[in-house]
């Protein structure tokens, strides 16, 4: 199994500049979940999907983040415009859902964002 | 509001001796609750966990401690080992088809030679 693929791994970008982060799950998982990680606030949860439908996307900052996941095996997370306290580590996470309980969260290698 | 709260950023131990991680939470809602460890350029990945019906899982070196009436867990490493530093997410979540994990701040493990 090939894990949850992020790409890309960094990222420099300036300020106004629209970013697009991409994350593959792991085959058979249906929830996806995108965090942000910072030194003020460590891991939060910006939105995540349950079978390709947002849940919950109370963590999304501002208008100028939005999520798609058009298909079971794809979702991306685009910034627009940048600003530079948009800098941070972003990852992507997936897991099975459902049952009796979920099943614990995988996560990708991240996306380090620098915006300028 | 951190609803999970990891109120030391940071510690450090030396080899051989316990490590000793702190994690406090403030929803009663919560029931199932894990530890993920983190080395640098890596994701988090998952460690070990413990559901509200018991105060206490054990894996190998690794114990987690649930105490419900504090809300309140630990996670206790013995022996620490120099490949244990990292840092390290308490996360909990409630029951529900659609829960969400919600994770703390980390703390900062750094194992001493």
């Known amino acids: 199994d090939a894990g949850v693929i992020q790409s890309p791994r960094h990222e420099v970008t300036e300020m106004g500049q629209e970013v697009t982060l991409r994350c593959k799950p792991i085959?058979?998982?249906?929830?996806l979940f995108w965090y942000r990680q910072t030194m003020m606030r460590g891991l939060e949860l910006l939105i995540y999907f349950n079978n390709n439908v947002p849940i919950d996307d109370s963590g999304m900052p501002e208008d100028r983040f939005s999520a798609k996941m058009p298909n079971a095996s794809f979702s991306t997370l685009k910034i627009q415009p940048s600003e530079p306290r948009d800098s941070a580590v972003y990852f992507c996470a997936s897991r099975r859902t459902g049952g009796v309980t979920n099943e614990k969260l995988f996560f990708g290698s991240g996306t380090q964002l620098s915006v300028l | 509001d951190q609803q999970v709260k990891q109120n030391s950023p940071s510690l450090s131990v030396q080899e051989g001796r316990i490590s000793i991680l702190n994690c406090d939470y403030t929803?009663?809602?919560?029931?199932?609750f894990l530890w993920y460890k983190k080395y640098p350029a890596e994701g988090p990945t998952f460690l070990i966990s413990i559901s509200s019906i018991k105060d206490k899982n054990e894996d190998g070196r690794f114990t987690v401690f649930l105490n419900k009436s504090a809300k309140h867990l630990s996670l206790h490493i013995v022996p620490s080992q120099p490949g244990d530093s990292a840092v390290y997410f308490c996360?909990?979540?409630?029951?529900?088809?659609?829960?969400?994990?919600?994770f703390g701040k980390g703390i900062t493990l750094s194992v001493r030679p």
């Open positions: 085959s058979g998982h249906n929830s």
């Open positions: 929803n009663s809602m919560f029931d199932y």
């Open positions: 996360a909990a979540s409630a029951r529900g088809a659609n829960s969400k994990l919600t």
